[in-house]
């Protein structure tokens, strides 16, 4: 069970000797490795952070997300209700190493971008899409085909990025009223 504030004593990671600090970083970062798949990591944390806890750390990294694929901070404030403040602290964070957000963004985006795939192919499997006819039709559609092929294809393609940044549960359901300026 999570303690209370009243219950927990402060601990300050600092006040241990630097190779203690090391092996007790050292066990988090294993204990996380350890777990297995999607549900163990889901346990683990439910019970390690409080759901408003959880819910700050992917709104950084949703932040971290949208500074990636090239949105600006008026955009963002925007589109999350976040202050500037946090998304300047995210930025600073990309700038200064921000390895360790590349590494989940570039995954989470990989990932987004296979499950907006898999949408789009199934609205193809409507019947009298146009994507269905130039399936059926690939020959006339040949050089249409393999353009889309190949723009599909580039990781770096910004278009494709965004869309995928966007493909997230708390933007989704407003993706018609989200408008680049």
Same mark, same amino acid.
């Given at each position: 069970?999570?303690?209370?504030i009243?219950?927990m004593?402060?601990?300050?990671l600092?006040? +241990?000797?630097k =190779?203690?600090?090391?092996q007790?970083? /050292?066990?988090?970062?294993d204990?996380? %490795?350890?777990?297995?798949?999607? *549900?163990?990591v889901r346990l683990?944390?439910?019970?390690?952070?409080?759901?408003?806890?959880?819910a700050?750390?992917?709104?950084?990294l949703?932040?971290?997300?949208?500074?990636t694929?090239?949105?600006?901070?008026?955009?963002?404030?925007?589109m999350?209700?976040?202050?500037?403040?946090?998304i300047a602290?995210?930025?600073?964070? +990309?700038?200064? =190493?921000?390895?360790?957000y590349?590494l /989940?963004?570039?995954?989470?985006?990989? %990932?987004?971008?296979?499950?907006? *795939?898999?949408?789009?192919?199934?609205?193809?499997a409507i019947?009298?899409?146009?994507?269905?006819l130039?399936?059926?039709?690939?020959?006339?559609?040949?050089?249409?085909n393999?353009?889309?092929?190949?723009?599909?294809?580039?990781?770096?393609?910004p278009?494709k990025k965004?869309?995928a940044?966007?493909f997230t549960?708390?933007?989704?359901?407003?993706?018609n009223?989200?408008r680049?300026?």
């Open positions: 069970m999570r303690g209370t009243e219950n004593s402060v601990f300050n600092n006040s +241990l000797p =190779e203690k600090r090391i007790m970083i /050292a066990e988090f970062y204990t996380i %490795d350890s777990l297995k798949n999607r *549900k163990e683990f944390f439910k019970d390690l952070l409080t759901p408003n806890e959880i700050t750390l992917m709104r950084r949703e932040i971290a997300v949208l500074l694929v090239g949105f600006g901070y008026d955009q963002i404030s925007k999350l209700g976040v202050g500037k403040t946090k602290n995210v930025q600073k964070v +990309l700038q200064q =190493e921000g390895n360790g590349k /989940a963004i570039d995954k989470l985006l990989k %990932d987004r971008r296979r499950r907006l *795939k898999i949408i789009e192919d199934q609205k193809e019947p009298g899409s146009f994507k269905k130039k399936k059926v039709y690939a020959g006339h559609f040949a050089l249409s393999l353009i889309e092929e190949f723009g599909e294809s580039l990781d770096d393609n278009v965004k869309e940044a966007l549960p708390s933007l989704y359901s407003q993706k009223k989200i680049e300026d």
